[in-house]
């Protein structure tokens, strides 16, 4: 394989970059020129890919979702049982989240900024709306279907949902808070598999029938 094909494309480096600054900074705190410095490409190649940067911001929410859509829907369509293909839908999101460490402050601040424009009128938003929409369908219904086959007790899917974001996401954007919780990196391999026992044990206990 040569260099050039293996080289990002301007488009890639620009989602990367972007993906960096505003999950440090969100929307608001990051200007176009700004991400163009930081791929290393002009202001007018910048605006070649996307018009304006509420347009790049729901691209990199887009594909923060369909990275973690893609490889969590495994998971989620397997024979496991209910319980089984939970616990593994969990322990893909937390490794995708750890291997992409700016994915979960960036979903955390997608649900804030929402606000700051439009995300209807781009083509990038609905489709993250959607990618967003239909992984929140899917384990809701994987949570009716445990109680459904007796394995899991009667909850609130939606209620369980957050519960469940919170021991996942959250964790990831909690940066030097979580380390000092912790004591130690959030990212390491010994920490990642740590959070993945801690919140199967969790969900087993707390789903477990009555």
Do not use: C, N
Request: hydrophobic share 45%; charged share 30%; glycine share 8%.
């Amino acid at each position: 394989m040569s260099i050039a094909s293996s080289s990002p494309s301007s488009r890639d480096k620009i989602l990367e970059v972007a993906e960096a600054l505003y999950a440090r900074r969100g929307f608001e705190g990051v200007g176009m020129r700004e991400v163009a410095e930081a791929a290393g490409l002009g202001k007018s190649s910048l605006f070649h890919h996307f018009r304006s940067k509420a347009q790049l911001y729901l691209a990199v929410l887009d594909r923060v979702l369909e990275r973690i859509e893609r490889r969590a829907e495994s998971a989620l369509v397997s024979d496991l049982d209910p319980a089984e293909r939970l616990e593994r839908w969990l322990e893909v999101l937390i490794d995708t989240l750890a291997e992409y460490p700016a994915a979960a402050r960036l979903l955390l601040r997608g649900l804030f900024e929402d606000d700051a424009f439009d995300a209807s009128a781009w083509d990038e938003g609905r489709s993250a709306e959607r990618r967003l929409a239909s992984l929140l369908t899917s384990v809701q219904q994987l949570l009716r279907d445990g109680m459904e086959a007796g394995v899991f007790r009667r909850v609130s899917t939606g209620h369980t949902v957050q519960t469940l974001i919170g021991a996942t996401v959250y964790h990831f954007a909690s940066g030097e808070f979580g380390e000092e919780l912790l004591g130690r990196p959030l990212l390491s391999s010994e920490s990642v598999r740590k959070r993945k026992d801690e919140v199967v044990a969790f969900v087993r206990a707390g789903l477990a029938p009555t």
